[in-house]
């Protein structure tokens, strides 16, 4: 992906994903910010940390992945609406189906996977962002910077590892989109 489009491509993830943690998350007590400075309960450096994210995520599946193939406008709003109903679902869901949600959301990646092109460097690239993804949101929480209402191990519930693997196939179609078209 070209550096311009690159830094397009985090900066949209960063406000996309900032707006999805405070309305899906903080505003459901599904997790607590305890750093300061804060506004509206979110800590300020929460778009860089998504910032970031929307760098290394697309990278990551570019050192990983498949190769780049093109995905259409359909592909990559398919891939927005799943990873962003996943995250309304996650802040609604009550702790008891956290189990049973995460195990939802693991099928429902391994269909998309199993029906998609180069099924093992998915996979890879999947798995790559999710363990990267539990980690970071795992230190972080231990560093004291937020706690999540239900965590189940590491720190993060259940079924945040396959709410990364959802956010890994969007990442392969966007990467897919502007290597290849741009």
Do not use: K, N
């Not at 305890?34 to 990551?60: E, M, N, S, Y």
């Not at 990983?64 to 891939?79: K, N, T």
């Not at 099924?119 to 004291?144: D, H, K, N, R, Y």
């Not at 519930?157 to 897919?176: K, S």
């Amino acid at each position: 992906m070209p550096p311009r489009t690159a830094l397009l491509v985090a900066l949209v993830a960063s406000v996309w994903l900032t707006l999805c943690d405070q309305l899906f998350h903080v505003r459901t007590d599904t997790l607590e910010y305890h750093w300061t400075p804060q506004v509206a309960d979110q800590h300020v450096l929460v778009p860089a940390t998504f910032f970031f994210a929307g760098l290394v995520i697309p990278a990551t599946v570019g050192w990983f992945g498949p190769e780049p193939r093109y995905a259409d406008d359909r592909d990559l709003a398919i891939g927005f609406g799943i990873v962003t109903l996943a995250y309304l679902v996650s802040g609604l869901l009550p702790e008891s189906l956290a189990v049973a949600y995460a195990l939802v959301l693991l099928a429902a990646w391994a269909y998309r996977v199993y029906t998609g092109p180069e099924w093992l460097p998915t996979v890879m690239a999947s798995v790559s962002v999710a363990v990267g993804g539990v980690i970071v949101e795992s230190v972080l929480s231990g560093l004291g910077q937020f706690d999540y209402a239900h965590p189940d191990v590491a720190s993060v519930p259940w079924w945040l590892f396959p709410l990364y693997l959802h956010g890994a196939l969007f990442a392969i179609d966007v990467r897919g989109r502007f290597a290849v078209a741009g």
